[in-house]
């Protein structure tokens, strides 16, 4: 074996030892509850313009129509959407602990970056910056009391996710994607990294498979080749949600469909959605076991 080869070898293959390993543990942030925040749930997904931000305006707002005491935090940094989708544009006020008083709408605590930033301001921030304003979001805020904490993130595995799985104990994620491959392969590669860092997943939306005619009732499904998400890498899914007109002016107007459209079918799916993860909550911490 060449000289070079056997150093190569030597370097790359020592053990990291227990008590290297014990201090490289030390440097990693230690995943701190929230005060007064029983539960943290991320909506989450590989792509944009999949639908992750209306699902978690409709889903906090089915659970708060539940019972359950609910927030919303706005983790898009440089897209935030919950301004629009919960009509949300005043920044909130501050409270005699320097907090920031989440403003409320449809009994939904709201806080994002679109409220502390003029709208036709370009973001231009590295990393670090992005990650100090995930944990101003969280923990510069007074949250308490919630049941749940829902989080809607911006597309990918990026530094928001990170930052998030390491600060925060999640609870679990909720995973958003349309039929087509390419959402599908990176949804698949978003829960595998939720998997590695131990982030239960309650289970998958399916978005904008098919549409319904308001005249006639015709289902038409846009993806015929599968009948639905069924690769054997993504969780189940939860529900599967229409592409629809009402849902679409619903996020424009700043109403979700589940407070416009209470009795629509659209709003019986998210209902069903909250129902589904409410009574997962009230059963005590979801772990992967019980999920799945
Ligand atoms: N099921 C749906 N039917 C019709 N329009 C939808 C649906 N889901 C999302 N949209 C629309 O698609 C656009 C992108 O949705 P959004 O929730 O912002 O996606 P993301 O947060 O994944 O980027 C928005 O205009 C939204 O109103
Ligand atoms: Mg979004």
């Known amino acids: 074996m060449g000289l070079l080869m056997r150093l190569c070898r030597r370097s790359y293959a020592t053990k990291i ?20 925040v029983k539960n943290i749930i991320v909506v989450a997904s590989g792509k944009g313009g999949v639908g992750k931000s209306t699902v978690a305006a409709n889903f906090a707002c089915s659970l708060a ?34 907090l920031m008083l989440p403003p409320q709408n449809y009994n939904v605590k709201c806080l994002s970056m679109g409220m502390l930033t003029p709208p036709d301001g370009a973001i231009i921030w590295r990393g670090p910056l992005v990650m100090s304003a995930i944990q101003r979001l969280l923990k510069g805020a007074d949250w308490s009391p919630l049941d749940v904490l829902v989080i809607d993130t911006p597309p990918g595995t990026g530094d928001v996710h990170l930052s998030l799985t390491q600060h925060a104990p999640i609870t679990g994620v909720i995973l958003v994607s349309t039929p087509h491959k390419a959402a599908v392969d990176v949804t698949i590669r978003g829960a595998e990294m939720y998997h590695k860092l131990k982030v239960p997943i309650f289970g998958l939306v399916e978005n904008m498979r098919y549409s319904i ?80």
Do not use: Y
């Not at 014990?22 to 990693?28: D, G, H, I, K």
């Not at 019972?67 to 909130?92: C, K, Q, T």
């Not at 009732?217 to 939860?238: C, G, M, S, V």
């Open 65 to 98: 129509k539940l019972g359950a005491r609910v927030g919303l935090l706005d983790g898009d940094i440089f897209g935030p959407s919950i301004p629009l989708l919960m009509n949300l544009h005043s920044e909130p006020r501050v409270n005699d602990k320097n």
């Open 213 to 292: 005619c308001d005249n006639c009732q015709h289902r038409l499904e846009f993806f015929k080749q599968q009948t639905e998400i069924t690769h054997d890498k993504l969780p189940k899914t939860l529900i599967s949600l229409p592409l629809d007109a009402h849902i679409a002016e619903c996020g424009e107007s700043g109403v979700p469909i589940v407070i416009k459209h209470s009795d629509s079918e659209h709003a019986k799916l998210f209902n069903q959605l909250a129902g589904h993860i409410w009574g997962l909550l009230q059963n005590g911490e979801p772990n992967e076991a019980k999920i799945k």
């Open 17 to 36: 030892t227990d008590h290297q390993a014990a201090v490289m543990a030390r440097s990693l942030p230690k995943r701190q509850a929230l005060p007064g």
